[in-house]
């Protein structure tokens, strides 16, 4: 059973994409990043939240029925 509590865990789980962004900030600014290194971790983020976010969409379905 999907409840409300499953929802705000998972909006809190997305909110990771911030801490997610200053670890990269911060791997770019003190490492010798390559623009492919940098991409690829991007693109892997973006995966990443895109399936956060789809799987958090689908629990906000089944709690407004």
């Not at 990771?16 to 003190?30: G, M």
């Not at 973006?46 to 689908?58: A, D, G």
Request: net charge negative.
């Amino acid at each position: 059973m999907t409840d409300r509590f499953d929802l705000e865990q998972q909006i809190m789980h997305c909110w990771n994409i911030c801490e997610d962004l200053d670890t990269v900030i911060e791997a770019v600014l003190e490492k010798d990043s390559t623009p492919d290194n940098i991409a690829n971790i991007l693109q892997g983020m973006r995966e990443l939240y895109h399936l956060k976010f789809e799987k958090m969409f689908e629990t906000f379905e089944k709690v407004i029925k």
